[in-house]
């Protein structure tokens, strides 16, 4: 029995990440094809869940960052039977970034008594993550009008270190400035992000830190140089109570391509 089976939990939040589409779907990134696996993992989130109250996307949703590539991805997200966020990643591109998330600002998204807020730590031109002073203060300000809310904020970069030397470099340079709004109220029970192509869980605070796998590539965890791994594509699945309580796991999802392979050396 997996916790998919047990139907006591209140709400059902999706997490996907790292899509990285190219602008025609035919088209392979690292040896393998994106759009395929994107829709292998959607399509095994609507078997594996009954019901689906959001689903959030935590950015690169684009390996080439153009119109045409955003207009598929909204297309094929359309079709699903759950509304659907995104916040950007350092690969996307601002201008032509799906529906309201161009704006430098923090977004709610209310669940009963669970409100997900969305954060940009994209920099433009930058592989690295910065929260802008703006929407630090607007997350302080949510935070604070909404303290018997239980909140879960989201955004590409991590601010924990991976224990991997190459991806550390591209974190969320200021995360300590993030750490200081949340450490200021107790209310926040848990931050999500991609950008590292892995899964990994982090307590700090009585918040818990969890980075979630891309639906294409996977980084070997704790390299000191680019690599990739093995592991299959997946996504996050996070069972929450009214009550403040939840669960989360991560699932992984078995392609209908060929496995790649692994010995490429970069991106
Ligand atoms: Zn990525
Ligand atoms: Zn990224």
Not at 86 to 108: V, Y
Request: proline share 5%.
């Amino acid at each position: 029995m997996t916790l998919r089976d047990t139907p006591q939990y209140d709400w059902t939040l999706i997490q996907i990440s790292d899509t990285h589409l190219m602008d025609q779907e035919d088209l392979e990134f690292v040896r393998m094809n994106p759009e395929q696996s994107f829709h292998d993992v959607i399509q095994q989130i609507q078997l594996n869940h009954h019901h689906i109250d959001t689903l959030v996307h935590t950015g690169d949703l684009a390996q080439v960052p153009v119109e045409r590539t955003y207009a598929r991805y909204r297309e094929y997200m359309q079709q699903q039977p759950f509304p659907f966020y995104q916040i950007p990643g350092n690969h996307d591109e601002a201008s032509c970034f799906p529906f309201h998330q161009q704006e430098d600002r923090a977004h709610c998204i209310a669940l009963g008594n669970w409100c997900l807020i969305l954060l940009n730590s994209a920099v433009k031109g930058k592989v690295d993550g910065w929260v802008s002073q703006q929407q630090l203060e607007q997350l302080d300000q949510l935070l604070t009008t909404h303290p018997q809310q239980h909140i879960i904020v989201a955004c590409h970069h991590h601010p924990f270190a991976m224990q991997s030397h190459w991806i550390d470099q591209h974190k969320l340079k200021n995360a300590e400035h993030l750490m200081d709004v949340l450490s200021r109220h107790d209310n926040v029970k848990i931050v999500l992000c991609g950008h590292v192509h892995q899964d990994s869980s982090n307590q700090w605070h009585n918040i818990q830190f969890l980075s979630t796998p891309s639906t294409s590539v996977q980084f070997k965890p704790h390299s000191e140089n680019f690599a990739l791994d093995e592991a299959l594509p997946g996504y996050r699945a996070l069972y929450l109570n009214d009550n403040g309580e939840f669960k989360t796991e991560v699932v992984r999802v078995k392609l209908k391509q060929p496995q790649i392979n692994v010995e490429i050396s970069g991106y």
